[in-house]
């Protein structure tokens, strides 16, 4: 069999572009260098506990509009995932006593954050308004790959004014738009805040159409949990992709990316074994591509460009934890932010993020018993050069420098733990195949807003990349968006 595409890697992304591909009838191999599909989006066991490993707040999984990316990545091969709604994105815990929660109802968070700073009604009014309008240009488009013209121009004359609207937002970032509004010092660290807490940089450095899609989504599609862990969405990925006649292996380690006069021809494993295809998509970061499956010494300028705008962001602490249902007071929502100090907001330990989806279900965790997943910023170069003992002592000392701040929030944590495991940057780096265990690209300084992001072509021939470090960045939704964009671009490319 002549395999048309060869994906390194089952990312969401990499989930994403091999069903598009598959179900355009392309033969397709899914290479995995772990057990499971989902790489961040995976999930482990223990105990009677079933933990995500990263991501717990969906987005795409909603019903209408064109931005339900997760939603349409399964039903093109034939499969669908029961979604729970959450009623409220994110309870917010900040420094001065600013305790909010953003509604599911686009007013009722309105209302929330008026209530915090009444003096800027119509300053919040019209800055959440403003993300409202990248929205409806964005849900108002089938999301394709930007660097096909035809579909450019299509769009184009379907939808003139709606892209228009996105050509104005692509260079700009939030806190700029932020700032034409607002002029409270405080709620300006709140909407740095509303971005720092999953693009990982504060709103000057976050480009507006991600916290368009983002501030405006969570009251369109809304935050849903996948029944069953979020494991399941890449598992039910899988599925579709062998019903349409793709294949996947597992403990597959994809070790060099085969090249032929500059092109790329296939991929070898770590045992040796090689595969050819017509295409090469690769999954694995950008800085993994690069400089560990081909020759860091000719790297190609554009990439060489790109490190120098983009940065490794850190990794995480995260602590999975089984806890008795008494912990928990009532009325407890499923994902929490907690910040004592606004200084400390993008620091290693600062931000703590904390996700309970046995609030949603219930199904995950033994009876009587919730999960908490709480995870906090830190850097590789803080887990190296320590002997075992050291590490172990060390990942003891944080898990609980975080509990003691939960216990503000969870009161009787400590005593109602049945159950704690501690990752660090060196976990995230060994099981996601990331390197420095990375959440993904950040920019070094302040860029315009999503103009130097790459899209999925690279400057090798036949090589594409797909996911976090490719055009529109993190977040399931985002890589899905990357894996249509990659699979279309692969499809006219291939004549399917
Ligand atoms: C702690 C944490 C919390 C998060 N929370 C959220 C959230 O709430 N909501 C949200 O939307 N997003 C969240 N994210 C981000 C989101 O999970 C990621 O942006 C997204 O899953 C990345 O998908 P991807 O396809 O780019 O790659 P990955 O998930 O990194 O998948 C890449 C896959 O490729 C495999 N691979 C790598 N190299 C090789 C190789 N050489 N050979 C074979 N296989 C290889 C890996 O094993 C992995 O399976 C979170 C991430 C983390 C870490």
Redesign the pocket.
């Known amino acids: 069999m002549t395999i048309d595409a060869i994906v ?7 989930l994403v572009t091999a069903t598009q591909l598959a179900a355009k009838g392309a033969k397709v191999l899914v ?4 057990l499971i ?6 999930y482990f066991e223990r105990q009677g506990y079933r933990f995500d ?7 795409g999984l909603g019903q209408n509009g064109t931005t339900n990316l997760l939603t349409r990545a399964l039903s093109a091969v034939k499969v669908s995932q029961e979604a729970i709604a959450d009623p409220v994105q994110i309870h917010y815990h900040l420094p001065q006593g600013l305790d909010l929660k953003v509604d599911r109802v686009y007013e009722k968070f309105l209302q929330n954050l008026i209530a915090h700073f009444p003096h800027e009604d119509q300053g919040i009014r019209r800055f959440y308004d403003e993300c409202q309008k990248v929205f409806k240009c964005l849900n108002s488009m089938d999301l394709l790959s930007l660097e096909e013209p035809r579909y450019l121009l299509r769009v184009f004359f379907q939808h003139p004014l709606a892209c228009l609207g996105l050509a104005k937002y692509l260079p700009q970032n939030a806190g700029d738009v932020a700032r034409r509004y607002i002029k409270d010092p405080q709620l300006l660290r709140f909407i740095d805040m509303e971005c720092y807490c ?1 693009s990982v940089v504060p709103s000057d450095m976050t480009p507006m159409i991600n916290a368009g899609m983002v501030f405006s989504d969570r009251h369109y599609g809304g935050v849903n949990y996948p029944k069953g862990g979020v494991g399941q969405i890449a598992q039910k990925l899988v599925e579709g992709l062998e019903k349409a006649g793709g294949k996947i292996e597992y403990q ?4 060099k990316i085969v090249t032929e006069q500059g092109k790329a021809v296939g991929v070898q494993l770590a045992n040796g074994k090689v595969y050819r295809g017509k295409r090469i998509v690769s ?3 950008r800085w ?1 591509t690069f400089e ?2 081909l020759p860091a010494e000719e790297m190609p300028h554009n990439e060489k460009k790109w490190q120098q705008n983009y940065q490794k962001s850190p ?2 602490l ?1 602590l999975h934890i089984g806890v008795k249902e008494s912990v928990l007071p009532a009325g407890t929502e499923c994902h929490h932010i907690l910040l004592e100090d606004w200084e400390k907001m993008t620091a290693a330990e600062g931000t703590v ?1 904390v ?1 309970i989806p046995t609030l949603l279900d219930s199904d995950l965790a033994p009876n009587g018993y919730h999960i908490i997943h709480a ?1 906090t910023p830190h850097w590789i170069d803080d887990w190296k050069k320590l002997s075992p003992s050291e590490y172990e002592a060390k990942k003891e000392d944080a898990a609980w420098r975080i509990i003691d701040r939960l216990e503000k929030i969870f009161p009787g944590l400590d005593t109602g733990l049945d159950y704690l495991e501690v990752g660090t940057p060196r976990t ?1 780096r060994r099981f ?3 390197q420095d265990g990375t ?2 690209p950040i920019p070094r300084r302040k860029l315009r807003g999503l103009l130097n992001m790459p899209f999925n072509r690279t400057a090798i021939p036949g090589l594409y990349c ?4 490719t055009f529109p960045g ?6 899905a968006f ?2 249509f964009a990659c699979a279309h671009r692969i499809a006219v490319d291939l004549g399917l």
Not at 31 to 34: D, S, T, W
Not at 466 to 469: A, P, T
Not at 474 to 479: I, M, S
């Open positions: 390194i890697g089952s990312g969401i992304g990499g290479l995995e260098r772990y599909p989902g790489g961040s989006a995976g490993v990263g991501a717990s707040m969906i987005f999953w597959a380690r994809v070790t999954n694995a970061t993994d560990q499956l990794s995480f995260s993020f996700s995870f995230h996601l195949g990331r959440y993904g797909v996911g976090d470090s993190q977040g399931l939704n985002a890589v990357s894996g």
